[in-house]
Every structure is written in C-alpha cells, then in structure tokens.
C-alpha cells in the first residue's frame, strides 16, 4: 500500500505542524504521482480514517477510498458507486483550484481548499467554519426579521415614525412619507420635529422626550392642516420600546376625521379652529404655518363653564388660557398656592361654581390638596401637554362634574362603613379578569401602588360589584367567558344612564384597530395591552384619576 517517499518530498515536518496549530487547520501534500507526502495530525479531527492511511507515501486514492468506508461519502454528495465517487474526488484534487464546504454527521462544517501546483505537487488545507456558519446563519435569520419588520412598518395604514434616544429618526413607513408628501430619505437621521411646523413641533419633541425618559405612553389630538387646504384629524400615540441604553419611541398617528366629523353632526357643534400645517420637509420656516388650536375628541358645549388655572410659568399660563378660550371657556390664572386659595375662597363666599383647577406639575403639591379641600375636580399637566391633552381632558373632567352635579343627595348611599376616605366609593379600582395568573399580577402591582381593589372574574361578577362598591376605576379584560368585557362594558354604562361615568379601561392581549374601535362604542375610555406592568397602571391612573395618584405618590 505504502511507496518509498521519493527524495524531491522531503520536506519540513516540524515547520508544517507548527503551521497547522498556528492556523487551526489540517493540511495534506502529496505529490504528482499522488502519493501523500505530509498529513498533520489534525485531518483525523475531520475525515475519521486510520492512522495507516495518514503516512508518507500512501497513495491518495487510498485515503479516499478509507474515508468512503468510513463515511466520507458524504462529502459532496453521493455517487453510484465507490470507484465513481474516489475518481470523482481524484479530478477535483488534479484542479488546479477548488473550494469546497462540507457538513459532517455531528452539524459541524469544514471547508476545503484545493492547489494544484505547475510542479504538480499538491495541497489540501481544511479548516473549520462551523462558528463562521452560525453567525452567518444567525445574521441572514436577523436580516430576515428586520426586513420582515420594515416591511410591515411600512404597510401600516397608520402613518409611523421610530426615534432613537437622541429623538432622530431611525425608521419611517410610506403612510408618513405620504402625509408629509417626502422621502424615507430625507427624513431618516433628522429629527421628527424638524418636518413639522412652530408649536406643534416644539409639542411633538417634548413629548417624544418625556415618553424616552419616563416611560409612559402619551395619547393625544390634534387637527393637521395640509398644504392642499383639506384636514385630518389624529389620535397620536407615542410608546417607549426596547432595553436600558437602547431605548426607542415609536409613535404612531391615527386617522380619526370620519369619527370626529360624524361626532360634530351629532352634537351640533361648531368646528375647532385648524390645527398645524403640515409642510414638505424641504420647505424655508417662514413658510410653514402653524396654530397650538386643540381638538377635542368628543365635542361638547363648554360655554360659560370655568376653569382656574394655577402655575409660575407664563407661557404655560399664556398656551393654558389660550387652548381654554378657543373652548369657550371662562378662564383665569394665579401663580401661588396662596392665591389660589384666597381665589376659591372668594369663588365660594360668591356663590361661583369653579368646575374645574388645571395644575401646573411643576407647581407645589398643595395646589392640588387645596383644589380638593374646596372640593373642585383638579387636573394636573406637563407644560408640554398643554397643547396636545388639555383640550382631550377637559371635557371629560367637565361632563363627570355636570352629571355629579344633577345628583340629587338620594342617589347617594354609602356601601360599606367606616370608608369615609373614599366617599361613596368602597375601592378604588375594580378589576375584571379571569386568569388566576394575571389576577394575581394586578394584585401585586395595586397593593405596590397603594390603591384597594376588588377583582371579579366573569362579566355578570363585574357588573354586580360595579354597582355594590362603585369603584373609582374599572380595569377591564376583553376575554372573558359568556359575557365578556365589551357585554359587560355596555351594562355598566347603562346603569350609569342617569349618573357620572366611571372611567374604564380596556385590556388588550394584542391592539387590532377593530378591538379598539369595539372598546370606544362600548363606553371605555381607554385601553391597554397585556402584559401589564405598575408604569403602564400608573400611567393610566395618573391620566384618569390624577388626584389619587398625586396622593399615592407621597
């Protein structure tokens, strides 16, 4: 089998050994009568022949022929027979280059390189690439699920835009770049703000800020003004997603102008004044066209009703009274605890019904303790929110104020004794849930937060409770067994016919536009997504029952 190694083959053993280690590879030679010449020791790590085969002076085709037996026959795919498969693998050795990647029984993958020199002696160098392999397997899968994403980014109906920490733009979809009438390009590496115009850009970037920075979602309106003179009117939501040091806001703009339009009909109300124009991106400032003008989601008349607003800083006095007027609003402002309490005061001693304290967060939190002393409904803002949520929330506040008002003192009666803490109230949340498991979770984080609860686990229980403890919020699941949320949704507002609305919140497993939409013609304020987590209830405390959540937070 073995041949005396002729003496042209003597070669430098040690010298290609210490090569093989230094390039973690095995190497074959032989020479042009294709008799090995030198094998390191490493092949057996890839082709699991005998020793014997391995020694100067074997013939190539008896290598071959040891690994088919041992199951190299794999390697570049089967053949009919043994004799065609080693006279195969002979004329890829007699190129004078190839390259081949092979995959052995244990998933690990080798690659081989073949020369043939002019001389006609030959190299075989075999490496393995298995880690190379999964990182480019792992990189196209990545590849794969980014284009996946953006391509769904960029189907969405709704137009769409993702910041980076620094408020830059990362991704955009077609529904944006159609809005704003631009390319992806040249909006990506800018900054949001920068494609809209005056206070609304300035409104946009606060909130995107504070969303990046403290973690709660942002809901507002605004009405769009386009440079064609026809108008949209937008819920935008605003989100944090991602890790610590690699946070992004993704924010999101819904079409709302046939809900809006159907909902003026119906109340018969005067249109809001035009919002922000939106301008191509490429247009000088001077061009752009802007108004800090609000619409309100569920128009209703706000004439003659009065608002205080309390705050040190003028230009929130100044957007604050503003956005109130355009309402038609009565409203005033004062820059102290003190004056506002000598302002209630007098209000009271005059027989003035004061309807609602807008509060300044950055104002003392004895601002908001004195609008309850003299038992007026306070709402505490961010400066930025003054444009985009003042004129969302107000009239909610203002309704529940009229309806409570209505109320003659039978309609009053107390649940449960000892509870004067909450009034007419006997919990502060109720939560609607079937799942052990998540009722739970809801547990955890309202006795974190320091608020009472009861938790009911089907809708004809929600119902029931709803109406014997009277709750200060309802947290209700979608999915429930026989009645389910939406069911019972709709019962507890009909038993609140004649009464103020409490506010309910959806809870979402996924946010389908069509469980949404269903959740709004239900009655509920406001939905959320599952898995819940204390921000994201904290967050929809603080919008909904601003006052109990300054209070907890002491």
């Known amino acids: 089998m073995s041949h005396p190694v002729p003496i042209e083959a003597d070669i430098q053993t040690v010298l290609l050994d210490a090569i093989c280690e230094a390039l973690s590879g095995a190497i074959i030679v032989y020479d042009k ?20 085969f391995l020694t100067p002076g074997t013939r190539l085709r008896d290598f071959l ?24 693998r002979i004329a890829a050795h007699w190129r004078e280059r190839s390259e081949l990647q092979l995959r052995d029984s244990r998933n690990r993958w080798a690659k081989l390189v073949k020369r043939r020199l002019s001389s006609g002696f030959g190299i075989c160098m075999v490496t393995d690439i298995t880690d190379s392999k999964k990182r480019d397997e792992q990189w196209r899968a990545d590849v794969e699920r980014v284009q996946l994403t953006e391509e769904i980014l960029d189907n969405l109906p709704h137009p769409i835009f ?18 704003l009438d631009v390319s992806a390009d040249a909006l990506l590496g800018r900054r949001a703000a920068d494609a809209f115009a005056g206070a609304f850009a300035a409104d946009l970037e606060a909130s995107g800020r504070h969303v990046l920075e403290t973690g709660a979602p942002s809901t507002t309106t605004r009405r769009l003004l386009h440079e064609d003179g026809s108008e949209t009117a937008a819920v935008i939501r605003a989100q944090r997603v991602g890790k ?19 909902a003026s009909v119906s109340a018969g109300t005067k249109e809001a004044s035009p919002g922000p124009r939106i301008v191509p991106y490429a247009l000088p400032a001077e061009t752009q066209i802007d108004s800090a003008a609000e619409l309100p989601p569920f128009p209703r008349p706000m004439t003659g009703r009065k608002v ?28 102290s605890a003190a004056e506002e309490d000598a302002f209630l005061g007098v209000a009271g001693s005059a027989g003035v019904a004061i309807d609602l304290v807008v509060v300044d967060v950055q ?36 309704s529940e104020r009229f309806a409570r008002d209505d109320l003659s003192l039978d ?20 939560v609607v849930e079937d799942n052990e498991i998540n009722q739970i979770v809801f547990a955890q984080i309202l006795e974190s937060l320091g608020y009472s609860y009861e938790i009911a686990a089907t809708g004809p229980d929600a119902v029931r409770l709803y109406a014997e403890l009277s709750p200060r919020i309802v947290l209700m699941d979608i999915t429930l067994p026989g009645m389910n949320g939406i069911a019972a949704c709709r019962a507890i507002r009909e038993l609140e016919a004649t009464g103020p609305q409490t506010p309910i919140i959806g809870v979402l497993v996924q946010a389908f536009d069509r469980d949404r939409s269903e959740c709004a013609e239900a009655g ?31």
């Open 162 to 179: 993702v910041e980076d920490r620094n408020l830059s733009l990362v991704a955009v979809n077609k529904a944006l770049c159609g809005l």
């Open 524 to 554: 509920m304020n406001d939905v959320i997504l599952k898995p819940v987590s204390p921000d994201m209830i904290e967050a929809v405390f603080e919008r909904y029952l601003p006052i109990r959540a300054e209070e907890s937070a002491l």
């Open 33 to 52: 009568h294709d008799h090995i010449l030198y094998a390191s020791r490493q092949i057996r790590n890839y082709f699991p022949v005998p020793q014997s």
């Open 244 to 262: 610590p040091g690699r946070y992004f806001v993704v924010t999101g703009f819904e079409d709302v102008t046939e809900y809006v339009a159907a």
């Open 411 to 430: 309609d009053w009666e107390i649940t449960t004794e000892g509870d004067e803490g909450h009034g007419h109230a006997a919990v502060d949340v109720l």
């Open 308 to 335: 205080l607003v309390v705050t040190a800083d003028r230009h929130f006095e100044l957007l604050g009274l503003s956005v109130l007027t355009n309402m038609g609003i009565d409203a005033c402002a004062v820059r």
């Open 65 to 88: 022929g040891a690994m088919y037996d041992n199951g190299g026959r794999q390697v570049g795919g089967a053949s009919a027979s043994r004799e065609e498969w080693i006279s195969e």
């Open 363 to 398: 104002m003392d939190v004895r601002c908001l303790e004195l609008a309850t002393e003299h038992g007026v409904p306070v709402l505490p803002l961010e400066g930025y929110q003054l444009a985009t949520d003042l004129a969302f929330h107000v009239p909610r506040h203002l």
